[in-house]
């Protein structure tokens, strides 16, 4: 079992840059690929990024928010981080990490066995 616990969001203006970090319970961690997913008001949850297990680290974005974020994995912590520049107001969401026990990372949020509980992301105009 893995349990994931995000943190680092809160309300920015727009412009900003905020670091959510997703911390992981678990021996195996460096195993699994990692996501990041987002769900906006009224809309269904989407993806955002990607990242490979097994030492690869191979990553993978959306495409609207590719050079504004950025995916990254520190196995030594079992932490998972998103880092966003430029916030945009249509950024606003609540931001899921997941985990899925297969080295591949995927854009597909089935194909994710665990996920957290969520941080809230608010941008301000």
């Known amino acids: 079992q893995v349990q994931l616990v995000e943190s680092g969001g809160g309300l920015v203006q727009a412009g900003g840059s905020l670091r959510l970090s997703c911390a992981a319970s678990?021996?195996?961690?460096?195993?699994?690929?990692l996501g990041w997913f987002r769900q906006r008001p009224g809309k269904e949850r989407e993806f955002v990024a990607a990242?490979?297990?097994?030492?690869?680290?191979?990553?993978e974005y959306k495409e609207s928010v590719k050079g504004r974020f950025t995916i990254s994995r520190d196995n030594a912590k079992n932490t998972v981080y998103l880092q966003i520049n430029s916030l945009k107001p249509e950024d606003t969401a609540v931001y899921y990490c997941?985990?899925?026990?297969?080295?591949?990372?995927?854009?597909?949020?089935?194909?994710?066995?665990?996920w957290g509980q969520g941080t809230q992301v608010t941008v301000s105009s």
């Open positions: 990242i490979s297990g097994i030492g690869s680290s191979t990553t």
């Open positions: 678990g021996r195996t961690f460096g195993r699994y690929a």
């Open positions: 997941a985990a899925r026990t297969s080295p591949f990372r995927s854009s597909w949020h089935y194909d994710y066995d665990y």
